[in-house]
């Protein structure tokens, strides 16, 4: 069976976890305390991160990676389109939310709320979340100039770009960090893809001293 080192909240773990899950890859979910870079860990990635998947006899790091290995080995169902530009497309969005959304949001209100928390690493700064509470709205607004043009954020297909959005929208919804209210084609786009049966496990995540709200698990919010 494949063995996934994870942390219930991380966007980049959950990304693989859809993946996964789309790709009915049955999978151990093993929480890593990545922050305690044991040696063990440091062994599976000297980089310290997560998510760590093993399978077919590999360890591999990076969820991008990880994600595009699964879609080339497993291709059923696709995740990635077979048009190179359809592909730039999705790899572009990928990169939009695993480094601007996360630099901009992500990392400004989540680890802010949470990660300190858990990893004892203090309390939050009230400026970074106040910036965080900001740039949402942006990217919110830019989903919805994408997802009115468009089926999925990519294209006509689902693809690893909804997947990774998904990730980080649903690990901010934990703590209510979105507000769904600002645009009623992202909210129905969100609904639609929660709804998926891969979405299932990360719904059920709970995290010591963080309970979501009750929107969070309910598939008609």
């Not at 591999?60 to 879609?71: H, K, N, Q, R, V």
């Not at 572009?92 to 990893?119: A, C, P, Q």
Request: hydrophobic share 40%; net charge positive.
């Amino acid at each position: 069976m494949a063995r996934l080192y994870h942390v219930p909240l991380s966007p980049f773990c959950r990304k693989v976890r859809l993946a996964l899950a789309e790709k009915r890859i049955e999978v151990q979910l093993v929480e890593e305390r990545y922050w305690e870079a044991s040696p063990d860990f440091l062994r599976r990635n000297p980089a310290a991160k997560v998510p760590v998947l093993q399978l077919d006899g590999r360890t591999m790091a990076e969820s991008a990676a990880i994600c595009e290995y699964l879609d080339e080995t497993r291709p059923d169902p696709p995740l990635m389109p077979r048009d190179p530009a359809e592909r730039l497309e999705v790899r572009r969005l990928i990169g939009w939310f695993d480094d601007k959304f996360h630099g901009e949001v992500t990392s400004k209100l989540l680890y802010e709320r949470v990660n300190k928390k858990v990893t004892g690493q203090g309390y939050p700064d009230s400026g970074n979340v106040k910036a965080g509470s900001k740039a949402i709205k942006y990217h919110l607004d830019y989903m919805h100039w994408l997802l009115d043009r468009r089926r999925w954020l990519a294209g006509d297909a689902m693809t690893l770009a909804d997947f990774a959005a998904a990730a980080h929208l649903s690990s901010l919804d934990y703590i209510s960090d979105v507000d769904w209210n600002r645009s009623a084609v992202v909210k129905d786009w969100y609904a639609k893809i929660k709804s998926r049966p891969a979405f299932r496990s990360i719904l059920a995540d709970q995290v010591p001293g963080f309970r979501p709200p009750p929107h969070y698990t309910d598939l008609d919010f």
